[in-house]
Structure formats: structure tokens, C-alpha cells
């Protein structure tokens, strides 16, 4: 079965712009969890989206946005970039329930200049 | 306070050592307990997952939790060159959630 996968994998943009992240969850799964990993803050949760509906979120300003589609796929969406922005953004999918195991994708880097 | 504290190392080991990772959170609810491994430029890969108290061993790798003392801990037998990472406790107490203590980077020397 394929993992959890990520486009793109590297990403550079500028202060102002915008991104928009893509992740395809393993076959199955319904939840998709997003999480910005920093050297300083490590690895803090932004979003979960369960069958299209965002199910829990973090404590992100709303320019961190996200949404599910029918077949599970999620995309987040990054508006007014900061420099502070620059993270490995990563997401997880799982079948759904409280107590099931996250499986986590590769990763986008983003870089903000 | 953070919820979860992980001493963020960098830890160095041996080759063939017995490595020991822990972890101490505040909440109480907490009841289930992950081990990620993180290889550099790499996504997260689970390594170990238990729920409540209790030991859970996997080949060289023991996951410890004691709820008593909010405390738990990884432990890596016959340590490998290949076992260099971070390591990254995790709580899942609120569905899709989980919250992570900041890592434990390790090095382990041929």
C-alpha cells in the first residue's frame, strides 16, 4: 500500500505571497492531520479534516487554512507569508478513529524570503 | 509549561549501547503513547505506539510508560549506526491531535 505522499517537496516563495500545500493520504484513510515542524518550536498541529470537515484545530493565525476533498485528499493553503513561515509542513493520515496510529508523509519545505 | 518535555539531547552513544529516551508530560488524560523516529529531511515514521501503563518491546526497542509519574521512555538495545535520529515521544488525546515533545537527537558511534 502507498504511503502518505506530498507535493510539492521543496518550495520557495517570497513575504506577501501564497501557498498552497497538497497531500495524498494512504488508500483508505479519512483523516488528514497537518503539522509545521520548526527547529524552535518543533512539531505543533495545525489542522485535522475527517471526511471534509475540519475535526480539530491549532492555535495558527487564519492565514493557515485548509480543506478535504471528497476522496480524502487535502490541500493547505498558507496566505501573507512570514519570513517565520519557513517550516517543514507535514501531514498524517489515518483511518479516523481517536486512537489510531498517524502514518506521516515526507514533507514540504517551505522557504520564505 | 509545555505538555510534553523532551530533552532535545544531542545524545551520543557507542555502537552496541543501551540507548534511553525519555519523555514527562502534564495531563493526565493523556492516554495514548507514540515513539516516531525522525531521519534528517525525512517525515516522522512510527516506531512504537502503547496505550495507558505499561511495557510494549519490539525487537531491540522497549516502550516504558509509567502514568503514575507522567513519564515515559524508549529503550534501544544493541544501539546501531543506523539508529542515528531524533526521536519524538508523542500524546494522542484528542482524535487526530498529537502532541509531541521536541526530540531527541541521537548519534550513535561505530
Known amino acids: 500500500k502507498a504511503g502518505v505522499t506530498q507535493t510539492p517537496r521543496y518550495l520557495i516563495k517570497t513575504r506577501g505571497q501564497q501557498v498552497t500545500l497538497s497531500c495524498s493520504p494512504i488508500?483508505?484513510?479519512?483523516?488528514v492531520s497537518w503539522y509545521q515542524q520548526t527547529p524552535g518550536q518543533g512539531l505543533q498541529f495545525l489542522f485535522e479534516?475527517?471526511?471534509?470537515?475540519?475535526?480539530n484545530k491549532g492555535n495558527f493565525p487564519g492565514r493557515f487554512s485548509g480543506r478535504q476533498f471528497s476522496n480524502s485528499r487535502s490541500e493547505m493553503n498558507v496566505s501573507t507569508l512570514e519570513l517565520g513561515d519557513s517550516a517543514l509542513y507535514l501531514c498524517?493520515?489515518?483511518?479516523?478513529?481517536?486512537?489510531?496510529?498517524?502514518?506521516f508523509g515526507p514533507g514540504t519545505r517551505l522557504l520564505v524570503l | 509549561q509545555k505538555e510534553v518535555e523532551q530533552d532535545p539531547g544531542p545524545l551520543s552513544v557507542p555502537e552496541g549501547a543501551i540507548v534511553s529516551l525519555n519523555c514527562t508530560y502534564s495531563n493526565s488524560a493523556f492516554q495514548y503513547f507514540m515513539w516516531y523516529r525522525q531521519y534528517s529531511r525525512k517525515g516522522p515514521e512510527l516506531l512504537m505506539y502503547?496505550?495507558?501503563?505499561g511495557n510494549k518491546e519490539d525487537g531491540r526497542f522497549t516502550a516504558q510508560v509509567d502514568k503514575s509519574s507522567k513519564y515515559i521512555s524508549l529503550f534501544i538495545r544493541d544501539s546501531q549506526p543506523s539508529d542515528s535520529a531524533t526521536y519524538l515521544c508523542a500524546q494522542n488525546n484528542q482524535g487526530g491531535k498529537l502532541i509531541f515533545g521536541q526530540g531527541t537527537e541521537l548519534s550513535v558511534k561505530p
Open positions: 479534516y475527517f471526511s471534509e470537515t475540519q475535526r
Open positions: 498524517a493520515s489515518s483511518l479516523g478513529s481517536p486512537q489510531e496510529t498517524q502514518y
Open positions: 502503547t496505550y495507558s501503563s
Open positions: 488508500s483508505g484513510h479519512r483523516s
